[in-house]
C-alpha cells in the first residue's frame, strides 16, 4: 500500500512559513506602496494636529475668566459690606496660648464672611483681615493656612509684645482708632477734672484750717491781754 501524505501536515506547515497567515489570508491583504503609506501617515497627522489644535482650544476656553459686569461688581461689593457689617460680632478670637517665644491665638470666621477671603488662599496682611472685620491688638501676623479650614486664622506674634512695646498700632479700621483715641481723651479729660477738683477741695480745707488757727490765736491773746481779777482788788484796797 503506498503511504498517502496528510493534507492537514502540509497546511501547516505552509502557515508556519508564512508567519502564520494562512494563504486565503495572504490573499486578501492588499500591497501598500510607499506613496500610499506616505498619504496616510500625512493624513493621520492632521488628524492629530486638528484634534489637538481643538483640545486647547476648548481648555484655554474653560479656563479664561468670565468679565464681570459693572452692575455684578456693585452688587457684590454691596453684599460683602453688609456680610462684615452683619457677620463682625460673631467672629470668634480664642484665647492666647504660647511656646518660649511667641503667643499665639485663632480666629474663626463665619461661613459667609470667610467666603470673600482672596482665592486663591494665601496669607493675609493687617489691611485685609482689618476690611474683614477682624480686631485686634498691635504685633499679630497671619502666620499659616490650614487648607481644611479656611475660615480659621492662626496668627501670632512676640511672647509678651504689649508689655515690651505697648499698643503702638492697634488693627483697627480708621474710623474705629479715632473713636478709642476720642475716648481715651475723654477718659483722660475726666480724670483730670476730678484730680483739679480733688486738689481745689484740699486747698479749701487747708484754707478753712489755717483760718481756724489764726482765730483760735486770735482768742488767745485777747484772754492773755485781761489782768488778773486779784491784782485789780488790791489796788481798790490801797
Not at 494636529?49 to 475668566?65: E, G, T
Request: proline share 6%; glycine share 2%; charged share 35%.
Amino acid at each position: 500500500m503506498m503511504n498517502k501524505e496528510d493534507p492537514t501536515a502540509e497546511k501547516r506547515s505552509n502557515v508556519q512559513e508564512r508567519g502564520g497567515i494562512t494563504a486565503r489570508e495572504q490573499a486578501n491583504l492588499m500591497p501598500k506602496t510607499i506613496n500610499e503609506l506616505k498619504e496616510l501617515q500625512a493624513k493621520g497627522r492632521k488628524l492629530l494636529i486638528k484634534r489637538k489644535y481643538i483640545k486647547k482650544q476648548r481648555y484655554n476656553n474653560a479656563l479664561a475668566p468670565r468679565i464681570k459686569t459693572d452692575e455684578e461688581i456693585k452688587a457684590e461689593k454691596l453684599q460683602r459690606e453688609k456680610d462684615i457689617r452683619e457677620l463682625s460680632p460673631q467672629i470668634i478670637y480664642s484665647k492666647y496660648y504660647y511656646d518660649k517665644n511667641h503667643e499665639y491665638r485663632h480666629v474663626v470666621l463665619p461661613e459667609n464672611l470667610a467666603r470673600w477671603l482672596p482665592r486663591p488662599l494665601r496669607l493675609l496682611k493687617a489691611e485685609e483681615w482689618i476690611e474683614l472685620g477682624v480686631y485686634q491688638s498691635s504685633g499679630w501676623e497671619h502666620y499659616m493656612i490650614h487648607a481644611p479650614e479656611p475660615h480659621i486664622l492662626l496668627f501670632k506674634r512676640e511672647k509678651d509684645y504689649l508689655n515690651k512695646y505697648g499698643d503702638h498700632n492697634p488693627q483697627y479700621p480708621p474710623e474705629v482708632i479715632e473713636a478709642r483715641k476720642q475716648k481715651v481723651k475723654e477718659i483722660q479729660e475726666k480724670k483730670r477734672l476730678e484730680q483739679l477738683q480733688k486738689q481745689q477741695e484740699q486747698e479749701q480745707k487747708q484754707e478753712q484750717q489755717q483760718q481756724m488757727e489764726v482765730e483760735e490765736s486770735t482768742e488767745a491773746t485777747n484772754i492773755s491781754d485781761i489782768p488778773p481779777t486779784n491784782t485789780l482788788n488790791y489796788k481798790r484796797i490801797n
